[in-house]
Structures are given as C-alpha cells and as structure tokens.
C-alpha cells in the first residue's frame, strides 16, 4: 500500500532549527512535496525534491533520500508565523499526491 | 490574479439533500483536484482532471461526482449528502501532471461543509 509517516506534533523554540521528518512509501516515486498549512488556511507549497540530496531556499530546505524512502524539511531560524501544519506528500507512479496527516509545529517564544 | 476559488466558503446542509461546490482557477491549468481533509486525517483525493473533457476517480469518489466542461472550471456534487461527508474541501490546481516542481498543486480557499 501507499503510505506518509510524519510526526503528529512538534515543539521548538523562536530563533532555532528544526527538523521534521517523513517516510514515504508509493506505488513508484516521481518526487517529494512540501506544503505549508496554517490553521484554517489552505497548504502552500514550500519545496519538491526528486533526486538525493539537499535543497535550500532561504531558512527552509528540504533533503531527500530515495533509498531510504525518506525526507525531511528543516526550518532554521524559526519565527512565530512559522507555526503551522507542514504536510509531506509523493507523488505516485500516476503522477497523483499521497499525503501525510502533516506535523503540528508550536513555536514557543 | 484571483488564482483559485471557491464557493460557498461554509455551508451546513440537511442529510439527503444535494449540492455543488463550485471551483475556478483563472491561471490555465490543465489539471484539477479535489480533496477532503478531516481531523488527523491527511488530505484525501476525491476525483481529478488531468485536462478539460476528462474526470477521474481518487481515493474516496464515493458519494460525490464532479464535471469538466471546461478549463476554468471543476464543480463537485455531493448527490444525497450523509454526514460522513462533513469536512473541509479544498480544489487545487496544476500546471500539468508529471512530475516536475513546475507542477505544484495550488489551493483554493475551502468549502467547511457540515452535513447535519
């Protein structure tokens, strides 16, 4: 079956780095999105990975291990309006995202 | 640029009745999507449409229909809603469909939707 492994909840502090990891299983793999969600809004994409290896923009990037089947988004430099869902999805062989239930980040001051 | 949007922004809705979420993007994309999203519940895929004239199952379609006449457009129908359909619908729109960056999902707004 297809499946997206991702925390519930997470933690961090105003000013630090954090990592939110995913696994992934997909009928095929044809890459790795990331997407912001704050509460009540719609996700927004932050990132895609397709090939191994690390992709920055700006204060978040976005790695990817195929091998693995793993993935994770790394916020640096956190700010308050950073809290928000962040949902990782694959892209299956059909082309069609699977979707985790998303990581709950809460930014403490 | 309006992108993407969608109407009624809630609604509370009598169990078997019938109704129709509207969605339209004015960016050109040729595929479409819609999901529900339910509490601790990733986003789930209902029906899509790669391009104008086409429509396809996702992971739920059950219970729910939806139409492409045309580019801008991707209503979905709930026919006799239940309440299992409470949610919150998003439409989203893309590009294309392979798998490139260039095709990322965009979102509309969402329909919170109450089936009482």
């Not at chain 1, 991702?6 to 044809?30: L, R």
């Not at chain 1, 430099?77 to 869902?85: C, G, I, P, R």
């Not at chain 1, 990782?88 to 980040?105: E, P, R, V």
């Amino acid at each position: 079956g297809q499946n997206i492994d991702q925390p519930t909840e997470m933690t961090a502090t105003e000013g630090a780095i954090v990592q939110i990891n995913c696994t992934y299983q997909t009928s095929g793999f044809n890459g790795l999105f990331w997407y912001q969600q704050h509460a009540g809004e719609a996700p927004t994409f932050l990132s895609y990975n397709v090939l191994d290896g690390l992709e920055e923009k700006g204060r978040f990037s976005s790695f990817l291990s195929r091998s693995k089947g793993y993935s994770y988004l790394l916020l640096k430099e956190l700010q308050m309006k950073d809290s928000a869902s962040y949902l990782c999805a694959g892209m299956d062989s059909n082309y069609q995202l699977i979707w985790g239930a998303g990581t709950k980040l809460i930014i403490k001051p | 640029t309006a992108g993407i949007t969608q109407a009624p922004t809630s609604q509370i809705l009598a169990a078997g009745r019938s109704m129709t979420l509207r969605c339209t993007q004015d960016m050109r994309h040729n595929a479409m999507y819609w999901y529900r999203q339910d509490l601790g519940l990733g986003l789930r895929l209902i029906h899509y449409s790669n391009t104008a004239g086409t429509t396809g199952k996702g992971e739920v379609p059950d219970g729910y229909s939806v139409s492409r006449a045309n580019t801008d457009d991707f209503p979905l129908t709930l026919a006799s809603a239940v309440p299992s359909q409470t949610s919150v619908y998003f439409c989203a729109s893309s590009p294309g469909t392979s798998g490139r960056v260039s095709n990322e999902q965009f979102f509309g707004p969402g329909t919170r939707l109450t089936v009482l």
